[in-house]
């Protein structure tokens, strides 16, 4: 029982705002109250679920029992729940000393749209959205196994936020699934807005290089990995979700990989490769070769290198940093920019500015080569968080390459492959190469490191 004093005290400070509402409803001898937040709920909720009902009530009913059978009303015993209900969307009703919520959030971010990060040209198109509900939706009807099981969390001591743990119950190893709750158990913080950030909260390592989780927007992706027995987090008001554990084969295929046949999408994961590489080596083998190791270019090439760089003043990694510091900021921009300037600005610039450099002596038409080649394939990694990771990497190449020369770039490659091997996503080893393939009974885990 709660009475009428006890409920006006817990929602006084709520009254203060001014989307805060309250209405009495009445019909005959009897009376309601309704309390409810104007910008949280969907006011249909109100005239179509309480208002008409009550009044086209039997005689015999009473509100009570119009609340409980018809309308499916939850009676809340404790009066400390009913801002927190409030503040869930919910339509508070006080009835004779009872108070009972009505589910009416209003909706406004569940609608489907077409994957912009992850674009497919085979797969299905459409994205999560930022409805917790919408999204459970649509990765049951893609995954609509009885073993999939869905966990409802909550974080942040102000946000409130709610989280949805998925996972195959026959398929996920239970120390991963054990060590994943064990983590959010442990999160106290007063905001969760992001997956980056619950990311960072779950690792804890401040100076962790490479993602240990994949962020993805795309339900095919999330089956996929469901079926390979790993563990998906959705978090309400983000339309992607995140996938724990991630090896570093996660981050190097793409959705469309599934829909190749074998010789085409390895062919594609190994150019993948390559670029990987590339992108992390080549400016790096540039200071290396020009300044230190010319004699591993035939005379000819070793000559127009040289002759290209006959007008430019200084060393050669001085030429290297001030491209990559125009093309890292270019990249920038691009994203920063709106997109209907973005692009073009970004396009203009980096022509303008190559141009100008290299006919002004500061580079060499060599070395815009190299940084245009260094843009394009650092763009092939599917996965952005792998991408922003290798456009950091290739700066320990570039400082080892600038005083050991070709011996400096061999050891970043073995630090590199170290670190890697070393590294571990909760529990898993990280440095997988190929893993799940697909075959006629499910998915084998065929893994080489």
């Known amino acids: 029982m709660i009475t009428i004093g006890e409920l006006s005290r817990t929602v006084k400070k709520a009254m203060d705002s001014s989307d805060f509402k309250t209405a009495r409803l009445q019909h005959k001898h009897e009376e309601l109250l309704v309390y409810y937040y104007e910008s949280l709920c969907d006011l249909k909720v109100l005239r179509e679920r309480i208002s008409a009902p009550l009044v086209k009530r039997s005689e015999e009913?009473?509100?009570?029992?119009?609340?409980?059978?018809?309308?499916?009303?939850?009676?809340?015993?404790?009066?400390?729940?009913?801002?927190?209900?409030?503040?869930?969307?919910?339509?508070?009703?006080?009835?004779?000393?009872?108070?009972?919520?009505?589910?009416?959030l209003k909706v406004l971010t569940d609608q489907v749209r077409e994957a912009t990060v992850e674009?497919?040209?085979?797969?299905?198109?459409?994205?999560?959205?930022?409805?917790?509900?919408?999204?459970?939706?649509?990765?049951?009807?893609?995954?609509?196994?009885?073993?999939l099981t869905a966990k409802e969390k909550v974080l942040g001591r102000i946000s409130n936020t709610k989280l949805i743990l998925l996972y195959h119950e026959g398929l996920v190893q239970a120390e991963v699934l054990a060590h994943i709750e064990q983590q959010?158990?442990?999160?106290?913080?007063?905001?969760?807005?992001?997956?980056?950030?619950?990311?960072?909260?779950?690792?804890?390592?401040k100076y962790r290089l490479f993602p240990l989780m994949l962020n993805t927007e795309r339900p095919d992706r999330i089956a996929l990995n469901l079926a390979q027995g790993k563990v998906v987090i959705l978090l309400d008001g983000i339309p992607s979700a995140l996938i724990a554990p991630a090896v570093f084969y996660d981050f190097i295929s793409a959705v469309d990989d599934t829909t190749q046949s074998f010789f085409v999408s390895h062919s594609i994961v190994l150019l993948r490769y390559m670029a990987l590489l590339i992108t992390i080596t080549l400016p790096a083998l540039y200071i290396a070769i020009v300044s230190y190791n010319p004699e591993i270019f035939r005379v000819?090439?070793?000559?127009?290198?040289?002759?290209?760089?006959?007008?430019?003043?200084?060393?050669?990694?001085?030429?290297?940093?001030?491209m990559m510091f125009i093309i890292e900021t270019?990249?920038?921009?691009?994203?920063?920019?709106?997109?209907?300037?973005?692009?073009?600005?970004?396009?203009?610039?980096?022509?303008?500015?190559?141009?100008?450099?290299?006919?002004?002596?500061?580079?060499?038409?060599?070395?815009?080569?190299?940084?245009?080649?260094?843009?394009?394939?650092?763009?092939?990694?599917?996965?952005?968080?792998?991408?922003?990771?290798?456009?950091?990497?290739?700066?320990?190449?570039?400082?080892?390459?600038?005083?050991?020369?070709?011996?400096?770039?061999?050891?970043?490659?073995?630090?590199?492959?170290?670190?890697?091997?070393?590294?571990?996503?909760?529990?898993?080893?990280?440095?997988?190469?190929?893993?799940g393939e697909k075959s006629a009974t499910g998915y084998k885990h065929k893994e080489t490191s």
């Not at 893609?142 to 073993?147: A, E, G, H, Q």
């Not at 959010?184 to 390592?205: F, P």
């Not at 000819?300 to 001030?322: C, D, H, T």
């Open 119 to 147: 674009a497919s040209i085979e797969g299905p198109h459409y994205c999560l959205t930022e409805n917790l509900h919408m999204n459970l939706n649509l990765i049951r009807q893609r995954y609509p196994s009885k073993d």
């Open 300 to 322: 000819q090439l070793a000559v127009s290198i040289a002759g290209s760089r006959a007008s430019v003043p200084y060393p050669s990694f001085v030429e290297v940093f001030i």
């Open 330 to 435: 270019l990249i920038e921009a691009s994203i920063r920019l709106p997109k209907y300037i973005g692009q073009a600005a970004t396009t203009v610039g980096g022509l303008i500015l190559g141009q100008a450099a290299q006919q002004a002596g500061l580079v060499s038409s060599i070395m815009i080569i190299v940084t245009s080649m260094v843009a394009i394939v650092n763009f092939v990694i599917p996965i952005n968080a792998m991408s922003y990771a290798m456009r950091v990497v290739k700066y320990p190449f570039i400082l080892l390459s600038m005083f050991f020369g070709i011996t400096g770039i061999i050891v970043a490659l073995f630090c590199f492959s170290m670190y890697l091997a070393n590294m571990e996503s909760f529990g898993q080893p990280y440095f997988k190469l190929f893993v």
């Open 184 to 205: 959010l158990s442990r999160i106290d913080v007063d905001l969760i807005q992001s997956h980056g950030q619950l990311e960072a909260l779950m690792t804890k390592k």
């Open 61 to 104: 009913q009473t509100f009570t029992e119009v609340l409980q059978s018809e309308l499916g009303c939850e009676e809340v015993h404790d009066v400390s729940e009913v801002v927190e209900k409030l503040l869930r969307g919910c339509i508070v009703i006080y009835v004779k000393d009872h108070v009972f919520v009505l589910q009416a």
